[in-house]
């Protein structure tokens, strides 16, 4: 047998849904179909579907320590928790406009762990960080 080749002559971006094949409801510059976000591809967002849950595992560890080990840190533990918070933001954000990380209700729930659990962490870091300067003085 021959091998054949391919030859791209002019490539463009898509102008119509992958899925349905309609124009309608497709957005040329987000590459979104409103009809189809809905449906759950998990081949097609294998490698958002990877990086979102490294980043989840990031943010969490990051809150986590930002809550336990952060009031000894002060404001270093502060700091730990802005990052968790910014880092599970970031998360709820992507997740939010992709659809089929939005089925994800375990991702969800440790982005959101991220975010508002960092919140307390740089309050409750700080707040505490504030008493023992007082105290000392």
């Not at 590459?31 to 579907?49: E, F, G, T, V």
């Not at 209700?105 to 659990?117: D, E, L, M, V």
Request: net charge positive; hydrophobic share 45%; charged share 20%.
């Amino acid at each position: 047998m021959s091998e054949q080749r391919i030859i791209i002559r002019k490539q463009s971006a898509p102008t119509r849904c992958e899925i349905c094949h309609q124009t309608d409801q497709f957005d040329p510059e987000t590459y979104r179909c409103r009809r189809c976000a809905h449906i759950p591809l998990p081949l097609y967002n294998s490698k958002a579907m990877t990086r979102s849950s490294s980043y989840v595992v990031v943010a969490s560890v990051l809150t986590f320590l930002a809550i336990f080990v952060g009031p000894c840190l002060g404001p270093l533990g502060a700091t730990l928790g802005l990052v968790g918070a910014v880092l599970g933001k970031l998360e709820l954000d992507m997740i939010k406009g992709d659809a089929y990380l939005v089925s994800k209700q375990k991702i969800i729930s440790w982005a959101r762990f991220a975010f508002y659990g960092g919140i307390v962490a740089v309050v409750f870091d700080m707040l505490v960080f504030v008493l023992i300067l007082l105290r000392n003085d």
